[in-house]
C-alpha cells in the first residue's frame, strides 16, 4: 500500500491555460473522490468515481471542469482556460465502498494562477 | 442546509494540557469524520464514527446523535499535535456520498 498519489504536487500556470492533475488512488479502492480547498477554508467536494462511473458531481464543477476515471484505476481531473480563482489546493481521496470505510487522502495538488 | 460548524477557529495549548474541538452540524447524518492536516496540505483520517466513542492513542471522538455534535479530544497535548482539525460529515439525506467539511481548528501547542 503505496496511499494516494497526487501529481504534479504544484503547477503555476497562466489564466487562460489547461491544467491536468493526476490521481493514483489506492489500487483495491473503488471509490475516489476530488476535493478542492482554499486557505483557511475546509475541503469543497467537487466529484467522485465508483469505479469508471462518475456518480456525482458538485455544481461548484463548471463546465471549465471535467474528471475522468476511465478504467476504474488513476483518474485526471482537467481544468480548461484557468482562472484566477481556480488558485486552490485540489485533493483526492479514495476509499473502498464499504460504508464504514475510512478515506485515504493523498498530499494535494497546489495550482497558483497568475 | 447542510453545513457543519466548528469551534473553536483557532486553539492555543501548553503541552500535557486536555484538548477539546467541538463540531455540530444541521441534519442527520450517516457518518462523521475527524481529520488532521498538517502544513503542506497531507490529510489524515483519525475517526469515522456513527455513534458513541472511539478511542486511539491520546485521541478521543464522541459523538451525540440527539443532538447533532461531536466532540474530539486530546489527552495530555504535545507540541507534535498542533495541526488543523477538521471535522466532516456525510449526511443522510438524498444519499449523497460526498462528505461537507467545517472550516477546522488550528490547535498550537506550545513546550
Known amino acids: 500500500d503505496t496511499g494516494v498519489s497526487q501529481n504534479p504536487r504544484h503547477k503555476i500556470t497562466k489564466r487562460g491555460q489547461n491544467v491536468t492533475f493526476r490521481c493514483d488512488p489506492i489500487?483495491?479502492?473503488?471509490?475516489l473522490y476530488w476535493y478542492r480547498q482554499t486557505l483557511g477554508q475546509g475541503p469543497e467536494f467537487l466529484t467522485y468515481?465508483?469505479?469508471?462511473?462518475?456518480?456525482?458531481k458538485s455544481r461548484l464543477l463548471s463546465d471549465r471542469f471535467s474528471a475522468e476515471r476511465p478504467k476504474g484505476s488513476f483518474s485526471t481531473l482537467e481544468i480548461q482556460r484557468t482562472e484566477q480563482g481556480d488558485s486552490a489546493m485540489y485533493l483526492c481521496?479514495?476509499?473502498?465502498?464499504?460504508?464504514?470505510?475510512?478515506?485515504?487522502f493523498g498530499n494535494g495538488t497546489r495550482l497558483t494562477v497568475t | 442546509k447542510n453545513e457543519v460548524e466548528q469551534s473553536p477557529q483557532n486553539l492555543t495549548a501548553q503541552e500535557g494540557e486536555f484538548i477539546t474541538i467541538n463540531c455540530s452540524y444541521s441534519?442527520?447524518?450517516?457518518?462523521l469524520h475527524w481529520l488532521q492536516q498538517h502544513p503542506g496540505g497531507g490529510i489524515v483520517s483519525l475517526f469515522m464514527?456513527?455513534?458513541g466513542k472511539k478511542k486511539h492513542g491520546r485521541l478521543i471522538a464522541t459523538i451525540n446523535i440527539q443532538e447533532k455534535h461531536s466532540s474530539l479530544h486530546i489527552t495530555a497535548s504535545h507540541p507534535r499535535d498542533s495541526a488543523v482539525y477538521i471535522c466532516?460529515?456525510?449526511?443522510?439525506?438524498?444519499?449523497?456520498?460526498?462528505?461537507?467539511f467545517g472550516k477546522g481548528t488550528k490547535l498550537t501547542v506550545n513546550p
Open positions: 466532516a460529515v456525510r449526511f443522510s439525506q438524498g444519499g449523497s456520498e460526498k462528505l461537507v
Open positions: 464514527l456513527s455513534s
Open positions: 468515481f465508483q469505479n469508471e462511473a462518475q456518480l456525482e
Open positions: 441534519v442527520g447524518i450517516s457518518a
Open positions: 489500487s483495491e479502492h473503488n471509490r
Open positions: 481521496a479514495s476509499s473502498l465502498r464499504l460504508s464504514n470505510s475510512p478515506l485515504h
